[in-house]
């Protein structure tokens, strides 16, 4: 993929998701594409997005595993110190589904494990409220667990809007309609020629 020179880099997100978001058809209220945006300018910044290890390594960063974030929450006292391990589980499932879904396809925890993660962490948030903010964001949280595969699949589309598709990645959208049924999978195999077969648990492509 070819760099892009962005001047504003939460103009460029705003622009793009809501490019994304008005081609699905995906219903949201502004304060709730406002969040996502905020999120994905907050990730751009690696070191926003990685941790400190905790081996001791100072010079080293990880992406912790959601597993282990979900952990942290449960470990934590519940009010604002849990809900915002919650919400940090949340946004890293969103941007990580939504940014890097087709790579997912290739490993053992995939996308639609990333799915069911970010739903409950938002769930959580919705119903166990903290804070004011908490209270403020009740909407942003209710659409972002109600919506997740949808909007994962609008950031899809932004982080690939200039893509071009090999077969690798043809065989990798395949396995994440399998997995997920994603309309935006299904959609770009479309494009390319390829029909998935709908009905029935087992799905074949024509």
């Known amino acids: 993929m070819g760099l892009m020179t962005v001047t504003n880099l939460e103009d460029y997100f705003r622009d793009s998701l809501t490019r994304a978001t008005t081609a699905r058809a995906v219903i949201a209220g502004e304060a709730t594409q406002h969040y996502v945006v905020h999120v994905l300018v907050g990730f751009s910044r690696a070191e926003n997005l990685f941790e400190q290890s905790r081996n001791g390594e100072s010079n080293n960063f990880e992406l912790r595993p959601l597993a282990m974030m979900l952990a942290d929450a449960l470990d934590a006292q519940p009010g604002p110190e849990r809900n915002l391990q919650l919400r940090r589980m949340g946004d890293v499932a969103l ?11 290739r490993r053992s925890v995939d996308i639609d494990y990333y799915s069911r993660m970010g739903e409950a962490a938002y769930s959580s948030l919705l119903n166990s409220p903290a804070s004011r903010r908490d209270e403020i964001l009740a909407d942003v949280y209710c659409e972002l667990s109600e919506k997740f595969l949808q909007f994962v699949d609008a950031l899809a589309d932004v982080a690939q809007e200039a893509r071009v598709f090999d077969e690798r990645d043809i065989l990798r959208l395949y396995d994440v309609w399998v997995r997920t049924g994603s309309e935006r999978a299904a959609e770009i195999l479309q ?5 998935p077969a709908r009905g029935g648990t087992s799905r074949e492509m024509h």
């Not at 941007?95 to 396809?105: K, P, Q, W, Y």
């Not at 494009?191 to 029909?195: C, D, M, S």
């Open 191 to 195: 494009r390319l020629g390829i029909e």
């Open 95 to 105: 941007f990580i589904a939504g940014f890097f879904g087709d790579s997912l396809a």
